[in-house]
């Protein structure tokens, strides 16, 4: 079925939602983005994914031409047009219409659309018997050139870690920052737990300050869980007891080996499992 598309300042039918050859967002990538997750019809932690896409377009000074209030009600209604129950949003602000060459001031305004679809998901089985992951050599973005709080348009860093784990046939790697510490996976959080206590690397490692992430270090310390945010080394992995990653589209996801190791028994840990039904019971019984 056609989807209804938010593009700038009204809902346009799938078929009209075109973008110029000349935004910066496809010239340069020059842009920021969310992925938003919808539960029971109700958008997921709106109010702090619009925070963080404006804290994005602040860094790379980037206007967005509407309110907060604006784009939230933008949002509320393409989900709405779209009948979405259980689904993703997508929504994108480029730098707008520009001409060749880098200079962002000549693009007028920023172009902004908002698309409201099913999600595609891991498959069942697999939060069942856990992901295998590889170490990516493709290193994060140096956090003083790209900041990891900006949720860019350019993924080309994690692309280039995606099709590392690709091409070895497992569907996650692990990225390293310029020092040689986990920063996080190409499209969600890292967590490990070792010996009663679940540690993560701190968002200055060079990840995103996932809202996945947040809440479940808010779950994880309400079951009386220790959470230590310190650096962690590729040998940390390999030893842990449990290993997980969080997302918006994964949600909780337990890893099971990682550049052949195998993590303990080779099964998702206890702390994972338990994690996870947490967080799937936090989402859905919120209405
Ligand atoms: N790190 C990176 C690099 C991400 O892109 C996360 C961590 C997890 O953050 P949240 O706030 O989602 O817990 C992300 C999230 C997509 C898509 O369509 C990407 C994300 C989330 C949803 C959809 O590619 N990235």
Redesign the pocket.
Known sequence: MALKIWLDDKLVGQEDAKISVFDHGVLYGDGVFE?IRVYNGKIFELTAHIKRLYDSAKVIRLDIPMSKDELIKAAEKTVKANDVIDGYI?LVVTRGIGTLGLNPFVCENATVFIIADNIQLYPKELYEKGLKVVSATTVRNHPLAIPPQV?SLNYLN?ILAKIEALDNDVPEAIMYNHEGYVA?A????VFIVRDGLIYAPPVEAG??D????SIVIKLAKQEGFEVVEKNLTRADLYICDEFFL????AEVIGIVEIDKRIISDGKPGKITELLRKKFFKYVRGKK
């Open positions: 992925g997508r949720k994690n996080e190409t499209g969600d959080n990840s995103l996932g809202i996945t992430r969080t997302g918006t589209a």
